[in-house]
């Protein structure tokens, strides 16, 4: 824990810590038309413990400061993905609305 500690005050002091925390071990899960079902996720393939925001200037910026995560070293994965400020999905839709769009006929 010591040396999880020790990389979080370097990423401080350093100012490209933005936020983060860990994430409880019981939730639940929604998925369309399904039931929401409880936790815990024993049967999930992957655990989320935490996450941290950090402040990059690219996502090669930002791969270079996970792989000093020390749980690396112990078999954990770092997923680092950007934030964006709104959904892929949303984005096709706006551009699906825009090609339903009748054209205006232009006046000379």
Known sequence: MA????????????????????LGHYGKILAGRNPVT??????SKEAIAGFFLIRADSLEQAVEVARGCP?????QTVEVRAMVLEP???QIAREKMVDKQPSLPSTV
């Open 3 to 22: 040396r999880f500690t020790e990389w979080f005050e370097q990423l401080n002091n350093a100012g490209k810590f933005k936020g983060g925390g860990p």
């Open 38 to 43: 409880d936790g815990p996720f024993v049967e």
């Open 71 to 75: 749980g690396l070293e112990f078999g």
């Open 88 to 90: 892929f999905e949303l």
